[in-house]
């Protein structure tokens, strides 16, 4: 089982919708990210949080440290925010690495 | 400031060769991970350096070797390549551990 999952898995909008894509994890954690992958690869960090809510620009980010759960929000959906975007975490134990969920494909139509 | 840089962009090897991939980290920054990306999935936890020491590794095998050298910048090697380990490396450096990463643009290794 994978320490962080991530749903949905694909994600079609019309642009202008206000968009939720949610993460849910299993382990301790010392901070939770939200990344954002175009194609070609390169990821941008968005958000690196560790409780309650973030705000940047059209983005929002919501973490619920007692429920294991964050959600990331985009409001006024346009085609660029066309991307994968990622969770990760920062486990509280053991070696300081990301556990990543698989990422939700998001589809922004005109 | 200069962000994160990797080299090479692609890189195509055949079954059984050795690759070298490199990372500069950005400026100040004086801890290094390496992640593998395969098609399709999240990317996966190599090792981590933290001023020139190993800080942390993930179920690689020990043919996925790195070093870190004094400017910060890091290496990654794979010895024996299998066609596995086809994916994108992804590199990210941090101020210091457990703080923000910052990506490179990765280095995609196809194996033949």
């Known amino acids: 089982k994978n320490e962080v999952e991530q749903s949905p898995q694909n994600l079609t909008a019309q642009e202008g919708e206000f968009i939720t894509i949610n993460c849910s994890y299993s382990v301790g954690i010392s901070a939770l990210h939200w990344l954002q992958q175009h194609p070609g690869g390169g990821i941008v960090s968005l958000f690196m949080l560790s409780s309650g809510k973030k705000k940047h620009g059209r983005l929002i980010a919501t973490i619920n440290i007692q429920e294991k759960h964050s959600s990331l929000h985009i409001t006024a959906s346009h085609p660029r925010d066309s991307a994968v975007y990622i969770c990760a975490v920062t486990s509280s134990a053991g070696a300081n690495n990301l556990f990543f969920g698989t990422g939700t494909r998001l589809t922004v139509i005109p | 400031e200069t962000g994160v840089t990797q080299s090479p962009t692609h890189l195509i090897k055949t079954r059984g060769q050795q690759v070298t991939l490199r990372c500069s980290s950005q400026?100040?920054?004086?801890?290094v991970s390496w992640y593998q990306q395969a098609l399709g999935q999240g990317p996966q936890f190599i090792f981590q350096?933290?001023?020139?020491?190993?800080?942390g590794r993930g179920n690689f095998p020990p043919r996925f070797s790195g070093l870190q050298f004094p400017n910060y910048s890091s290496e990654l090697n794979v010895n024996a390549l299998e066609l596995d380990d086809s994916a994108l490396y992804l590199c990210?450096?941090?101020?210091?551990?457990?703080?923000?990463?910052?990506f490179g643009p990765g280095t995609r290794l196809t194996v033949l």
């Open positions: 350096y933290y001023r020139e020491e190993e800080n």
């Open positions: 400026s100040g920054h004086n801890t």
């Open positions: 990210a450096s941090s101020l210091v551990v457990r703080t923000e990463q910052f």
